[in-house]
């Protein structure tokens, strides 16, 4: 039996809820949404990061004030894109991986 969204809500300056079909309910901050993207680019970022905790992050691209959710689109039944105000609006947040990056959930708990 898959988990999937029964509800999902974005506040473009706070972050996204969901309402999973097995009851959970889980909120994840704009920012946390936006550094645990599943693109590529951000995936080899986080990579040199992590093996090098004093590396440059780049800026985003045309942001002016704070991080904001601006959109966020259904991709078939399986997926979510959300466009973030700094430009970048690649990579899609499977409902595996949202479950497994939800804030409220720590390492090793079950999802």
Do not use: C
Not at 13 to 41: F, K, M
Not at 48 to 62: D, F, I, K, M
């Amino acid at each position: 039996m898959s988990i999937f969204p029964k509800d999902i809500d974005l506040e473009r300056s706070a972050g996204l809820t969901i309402t999973w079909s097995d009851g959970r309910v889980s909120r994840y901050p704009v920012a946390h949404l936006r550094r645990n993207s599943p693109a590529a680019d951000a995936k080899k970022q986080r990579e040199e990061l992590e093996n090098n905790p004093l590396a440059v992050l780049p800026a985003g691209s045309g942001s002016t004030g704070p991080l904001r959710a601006e959109d966020v689109e259904l991709v078939g039944h399986y997926a979510l894109r959300v466009r973030f105000s700094d430009g970048h609006a690649t990579g899609l947040y499977t409902w595996p991986y949202l479950r497994s990056i939800d804030p409220a959930v720590g390492p090793g708990e079950a999802t």
